[in-house]
């Protein structure tokens, strides 16, 4: 059974023309969290939600925003994509951020890319 | 800002070898994490370590946590074509502030 599920698995958009990415979780989990990945690269954290509580890395772009309406969803939304966001996007859970707690499970990406 | 360390950065071998691979810091970590990703999915969990010198089996896995909690090993016994993958180690530091992935072993086993 899927517990982070993230829709679509690859969207195209253009230059410029904003995009949301969609993730769901049915873990009941606290913590969501959005990375960014590029190709031969490792996960890169672009923040994370505890509960409402909105965390962003300090090198996260402007350009990127993201919501949480609820325990279940969050949303990454990418304002004006430039040719350089072009990457998987992968959403993240985990109970808490400590210990065993802090696991994170991770859904299967969606790649996007831009024209 | 800790950095996690992962060598080799790339490992082939045959089928029925066994291989170790290494996530180090300089820094303590309260947790480790090991994934194993293929091409165009999600990182797939394999263990988390939290206790010094802890040592954890899953089948062919064998995961080790450093006494210090500064570093972590991952052995795989008769390797098998399946195992071929990314595998990342990934953390937070003892402070809670950062949570970091190590960029990475790709590990291919060729039947």
């Known amino acids: 059974d899927a517990m982070v599920i993230q829709n679509p698995r690859y969207q195209v958009t253009q230059f410029g023309k904003p995009v949301t990415l969609s993730c769901s979780q049915t873990l009941n989990h606290n913590v969501m969290y959005w990375y960014q990945q590029k190709s031969s690269q490792a996960p890169k954290l672009l923040f994370h939600?505890?509960?409402?509580?909105?965390?962003n890395e300090a090198d996260t772009p402007d350009n990127f925003q993201s919501r949480r309406p609820n325990t279940s969803f969050c949303f990454l939304d990418i304002r004006s994509p430039g040719l350089g966001d072009a990457a998987m996007y992968l959403c993240a859970t985990s109970r808490g951020l400590a210990g065993m707690s802090d696991t994170q499970y991770f859904g299967p990406g969606t790649r996007l890319t831009v024209l | 800002t800790q950095l996690l360390e992962q060598s080799p950065q790339f490992l082939s071998i045959q089928e029925g070898e066994n291989l170790t691979v290494y996530c180090n810091s300089s820094?303590?970590?309260?947790?480790l994490q090991w994934y194993r990703q293929e091409p165009g999915e999600g990182p797939v969990l394999l263990v988390t370590?939290?206790?010094?010198?802890e040592v954890k089996k899953l089948k062919r896995l064998t995961f080790q946590f450093g006494d210090a909690r500064k570093d972590s090993s991952l052995h795989i016994t008769a390797a098998q074509p399946g195992d071929t993958g990314l595998y990342l180690c990934a953390g937070r530091d003892n402070y809670g502030q950062n949570f970091v992935f190590g960029p990475g072993t790709r590990l291919s086993v060729l039947p």
């Open positions: 820094s303590v970590f309260s947790s």
């Open positions: 939600y505890y509960d409402k509580d909105f965390n």
């Open positions: 370590v939290v206790t010094g010198g």
